[in-house]
């Protein structure tokens, strides 16, 4: 589906009956909507990961919050995609699929005997011997966002959520009933931690808090705020938003990086030494800096630059260095960086991955996915790996907006530009003089068959030539998904409704008690039940969710966000079992033994599209997010 605004309109409940539609017989239809009766708990219980399902996000990947130097001089990524690990030259992802808590990644720390420290969106884990080990709530930090992961020099592993910072021995936690945004350890064993205006530093025994006003504290005014902290060869550093403070003895020294206090001061994330006493500095938007002590320049050539002149490069959000003093850098949407001779050269660990733009369509066949991106791309998955076809490989130079295999293998991409055809060569075949032209918003193979909805009708290739089904034949607006019955019956949604074709063309519209409104997605199970979803545009006050067509003589009943649904419904999707899924606005539904369930994407933004694989498992496309693979254990 082609839609560029996800809109959240007001919503009703609605049930309409339905009494006969052409072969179906004693059809009850069933409109399952959302309500704005919605409570918390409710939402929660329905729409969880918890226990159920692994998400792995592939676009995050190049996403990294953190990076840390292995004994071997090998940098480890955590990024909101997994760990990433180095290994023969290539980026290896570790995922919750391989035991994280959660895939998306915000602390990272190698111990000196290699013991790598994740922390989570949901906890820490450490890697033993390729497996992760996680302390859960009971024995570790807590089951919250893990910020900041440190080993002390004398081997013990310190932790931070924004309610405890917790130390292990290496047996057993201790808590300490306070949050932190970054932690430090000296080397005499003091701890030095940040929070929102506020730094600590612990002796062993107590906590103190710093006295951070701007007469004599670390903070340059007061309105600043402290994010970053390291000690370097006894000196406290604390990075800000306004710049760097350095602590000599009891008196703090604030640097500003640029000399301008205030609105145009640069913020620091992160902080490490260099090595000979000085410090470097990460920043958001403006690079990176290094101090001998006394005066900053700034050190950020190589690194991915941008049109704003006021943050010429994106955000920097990590910084190492190893033994031999080599510095590397994690950039926010951007990869892994490091520096050689004042260059940083930027690896990019998504650059073989489906994750160059929105990814808007996907469909799966046998062991292959196929993912669409509105860049005018196709990348294929098979095996662990992933081939990327562009304009270069003749694909219209377009959103590609739809995919779809038929029964001989043959794979077909619908664009922005009309419709290709992948060949045996690996080059597309662009069908300009005949079949579809304008945009095609979805695809449905019946054997070796093929009908294409567009901005103007549909039209079906028998598999030697292409015939139009327009305005003529009673198919009116954008048609933005099809299904096709077991029967060669075809169903498609789009701007006014359902429409039905058996040797004709049938408008489902509000003379069957059917909403005149636009369906973004529809699908088939064997002939009995018709799936629909509703897709309003952004402040209409319409009907939205799904809506079922069955022809058995059901109950009907209403199910909203609270019991799973999603809302904005782009796509629908029956498996073999009867399984539905949906991908909306909330994250992806599944609707099996009688009732929805909803899987959030976490952050990854709106879900497009969808294509069930074997095992239980999901290929979603998330638009700006990218795409996901959603595995749900309880399928195996």
Request: net charge negative; charged share 25%.
């Amino acid at each position: 589906m082609d839609q560029q605004d996800w809109p959240r309109a007001m919503r009703r409940p609605g049930l309409l009956a339905l009494t006969s539609l052409g072969g179906l017989a004693a059809v009850v239809l069933a409109v399952w909507s959302l309500t704005p009766e919605t409570t918390d708990e409710a939402h929660a219980a329905a729409w969880t990961l918890d226990d159920e399902a692994d998400l792995v996000a592939f676009a995050d990947r190049d996403d990294v919050t953190d990076v840390a130097t292995d004994p071997n001089g090998e940098v480890w990524a955590a990024t909101r995609g997994g760990v990433l690990e180095p290994r023969h030259g290539r980026w290896v992802a570790h995922t919750v699929a391989d035991g994280l808590p959660s895939s998306t990644v915000l602390a990272l720390t190698i111990a000196d005997d290699g013991t790598v420290w994740a922390g989570t969106e949901d906890g820490l884990a450490h890697l033993d011997d390729g497996s992760w080990v996680v302390h859960d709530d009971a024995h570790g930090p807590g089951d919250d966002q893990v910020r900041v992961v440190e080993v002390a020099p004398d081997g013990s592993v310190w932790a931070a959520t924004s309610e405890v910072v917790a130390q292990f021995d290496g047996r057993d936690w201790n808590r300490h009933d306070h949050g932190a945004r970054d932690l430090a350890v000296a080397g005499d064993g003091t701890v030095w931690s940040t929070a929102p205006g506020q730094v600590r530093t612990f002796d062993g025994v107590s906590w103190s808090t710093v006295d951070a006003n701007a007469d004599h504290g670390p903070l340059h005014d007061e309105y600043d705020h402290p994010w970053a902290v390291t000690v370097v060869d006894g000196t406290v550093w604390i990075g800000t938003e306004r710049g760097v403070s350095r602590r000599d003895g009891q008196q703090w020294e604030r640097h500003s990086l640029t000399g301008t206090v205030g609105s145009g001061s640069i913020a620091v994330h992160a902080l490490v030494g260099d090595g000979s006493g000085g410090v470097v500095a990460a920043t958001a938007g403006q690079g990176v800096w290094h101090t001998d002590g006394e005066r900053w320049t700034q050190t950020s050539d190589g690194l991915p630059e941008r049109t704003d002149a006021h943050q010429p490069y994106p955000r920097v959000t990590a910084l190492d260095r190893d033994d031999e003093g080599r510095l590397s850098a994690g950039v926010s949407g951007a990869g892994v960086a490091r520096l050689d001779d004042d260059q940083w050269t930027l690896d990019d660990p998504t650059e073989d991955l489906p994750a160059d733009a929105d990814i808007r369509s996907v469909t799966a066949d046998d062991d292959t996915v196929w993912a669409g991106t509105d860049a005018g791309a196709v990348w294929r998955g098979r095996g662990g790996t992933w081939t990327r076809y562009t304009a270069e490989d003749g694909l219209p130079d377009a959103r590609v907006l739809s995919l779809a295999v038929t029964g001989s293998g043959t794979v077909w991409a619908g664009t922005g530009a009309g419709l290709a055809r992948l060949d045996d060569d690996g080059q597309w075949t662009r069908l300009a003089e005949e079949g579809p032209v304008p945009a095609v918003h979805a695809l449905a193979a019946d054997g070796d068959e093929l009908w294409a909805g567009t901005d103007a009708g549909v039209w079906h290739h028998d598999g030697e030539r292409w015939t139009g089904h327009t305005a003529a034949a009673g198919v009116t607006g954008r048609v933005l998904d099809l299904t096709v019955d077991d029967d060669g019956t075809v169903w498609a949604g789009g701007d006014d409704g359902v429409l039905r074709y058996d040797r004709r063309w049938e408008h489902l519209d509000r003379t069957h008690d059917v909403p005149g409104e636009r369906v973004a997605a529809v699908a088939r199970y064997r002939d009995t039940a018709l799936w629909a979803g509703f897709y309003p545009d952004p402040g209409e006050t319409a009907a939205e969710g799904v809506m079922r067509l069955d022809d058995n003589d059901i109950e009907p009943r209403l199910a909203g966000v609270d019991e799973g649904v999603s809302s904005s419904v782009g796509a629908l999707e029956v498996v073999a079992d009867g399984t539905v899924w949906a991908a909306g606005a909330e994250g992806v539904s599944r609707h099996a033994d009688g009732q929805w369930e909803g899987y959030p994407l976490r952050g990854l933004a709106r879900a497009v599209d969808l294509a069930p694989a074997d095992h239980g498992t999901v290929w979603v496309a998330t638009g700006p997010g990218g795409l996901a693979r959603l595995h749900l254990d309880a399928a195996e």
